[in-house]
């Protein structure tokens, strides 16, 4: 669905077209018409700056970020009913994408058991955001929850079945379970598109597969 802004954006742009106003007229509307996206390019400033500094592997940078956001959102209760108008009538998770971030940088900082708490409040804001719920599947696994862990990593990947991430966090789990018919039929996938699972687990290993949500 697009974003009624944009609809009533462009209708108001044809009328001015039609009726030929002065020249300032039309570069006053464009002006208005880019107005509102600065200002929520503005109101998402600290979420982006999260992200950056994760990418760079600054979880401490990264986490005064989101804590930030967190807390502005908080303040603003109006913040999610304008989302819509600002992602072409999609509604992005920005909270629990924040949360889930956070738990990230719990898992740079060796804290599996806060990023579970993060990776869950992710997910009581949003049910279906996928990342959050294979985050829950990697703390679960690092807190020795094996059988949890492979639950929310079947969740997962039920959710989004081309989730890369969570395929190959179940089938390093089946593998160590030694269930390996099952690991096989879960990575298959993988190998039709000629992709090396052995390879792809072991960096899975090293990384946890996850980077910012």
């Not at 509307?29 to 200002?39: A, E, I, S, V």
């Amino acid at each position: 669905m697009v974003a009624p802004a944009l609809i009533a954006a462009l209708f108001l742009l044809l009328v001015l077209l039609l009726v030929r106003p002065a020249g300032w007229v039309l570069i006053l509307f464009l002006f208005l018409l880019f107005l509102p996206g600065r200002w929520w390019h503005w109101k998402t400033r600290r979420f982006r700056r999260g992200l950056k500094r994760l990418k760079r592997g600054d979880a401490g940078e990264a986490r005064s970020e989101f804590e930030a956001f967190l807390f502005q959102v908080a303040r603003e209760p109006n913040f999610r009913r304008v989302q819509p108008y600002f992602n072409l009538g999609r509604s992005y998770p920005y909270v629990a994408a924040a949360q889930a971030n956070l738990g990230v940088c719990d898992l740079h900082q060796g804290q599996p058991g806060d990023a579970l708490k993060r990776f869950r409040a992710a997910l009581e804001e949003e049910p279906t955001w996928v990342p959050a719920r294979y985050g829950e599947a990697v703390a679960l696994k690092a807190l020795g929850q094996r059988a949890d862990a492979e639950a929310a990593a079947r969740a997962a990947l039920e959710l989004r079945p081309s989730y890369l991430a969570a395929r190959l966090m179940l089938g390093s789990l089946l593998r160590q379970d030694g269930r390996e018919a099952a690991a096989a039929e879960i990575l298959a996938p993988v190998a039709e598109e000629g992709r090396d699972p052995d390879a792809l687990l072991q960096a899975l290993d090293h990384q946890w597969g996850i980077g910012e949500m």
